[in-house]
């Protein structure tokens, strides 16, 4: 393994204020490395989805501090937050909140141009990431004509667009099905280890776990090894 892309230490987060707070994370302690990929599993309302809103800096943690390349994120600028999430993030979310009036190739297009990166290279990225998820013939195809599907492999798709150091995956099988649901955890994997990238998969299928490093498990705000 190679150097740490993603430290967490000591994070809270509560939600509320005065009498009526809830402390929804509890001093919860992570270290990924380079070519990891981690499992977290849990009960719903365990703090998963949470933890992943928190590392990637849409939310900000109430005590302790995230790092992502040595960075404290919640210490950044607003325009620095916004080059890291851009830049060093990459969001698979349960839903593929696609943008409606933009088609496949479209959606990855504004990716790298939000990124600011080099516009030939960013096709040529493009279609092999479409390609890999056997979308290529769909990258004309607005989201209004495409599957569920085939709506959360563009999502990965444009999560995988940016070239991240770390991918945060928030139950990216959920609308596929099973023989699907493994391709994708297994390019996540293949992404991970061929191109030193950490990831974080929140899951509730248990099938996927052999293709993750480690597996924790996240009950009632705490995370710990599994």
């Known amino acids: 393994m190679g150097r740490s892309i993603l430290e967490i230490k000591h994070v809270t987060k509560d939600f509320g204020d005065g009498n009526s707070t809830i402390r929804v994370l509890k001093n919860i302690n992570l270290t990924v490395k380079q070519g990891e990929f981690i499992a977290v599993v849990g009960p719903s309302g365990s703090g998963k989805s949470t933890l992943l809103s928190v590392i990637g800096a ?45 088609n496949v190739s479209g959606q990855l297009k504004l ?26 013939q769909r990258r004309n195809n607005y989201p209004a004509e495409l599957s569920g599907g085939e709506k959360q492999r563009v999502a990965i798709a444009r999560a995988f667009m940016n070239d991240p150091s770390i991918i945060l995956a928030d ?43 480690k597996v924790y498990v996240m009950k009632d705000g705490c995370l710990a090894r599994e």
């Not at 900000?60 to 999430?85: M, Y």
Request: glycine letters at 4%; a positive charge; charged letters at 25%.
């Open 58 to 102: 849409l939310l900000t943690p109430t005590e302790g501090d995230i790092l992502i390349d040595q960075e404290v994120v919640h210490l950044q600028s607003k325009k620095r937050l916004n080059q890291l999430r851009a830049g060093k993030i990459g969001f698979i979310f349960q839903s593929a909140n696609l943008i409606p009036y933009l």
């Open 171 to 213: 139950e990216p099988t959920a609308s596929l099905d099973s023989v699907r649901g493994r391709k994708v955890v297994e390019m996540i994997s293949q992404e991970v280890k061929s191109r030193n990238k950490a990831a974080i998969m929140v899951t509730h299928d248990e099938r996927m776990l052999d293709l993750c490093d």
């Open 111 to 136: 990716v790298n141009q939000i990124a600011k990166n080099n516009k030939s290279t960013g096709q040529k990225r493009a279609n092999e990431l479409l390609s890999r998820l056997d979308l290529l």
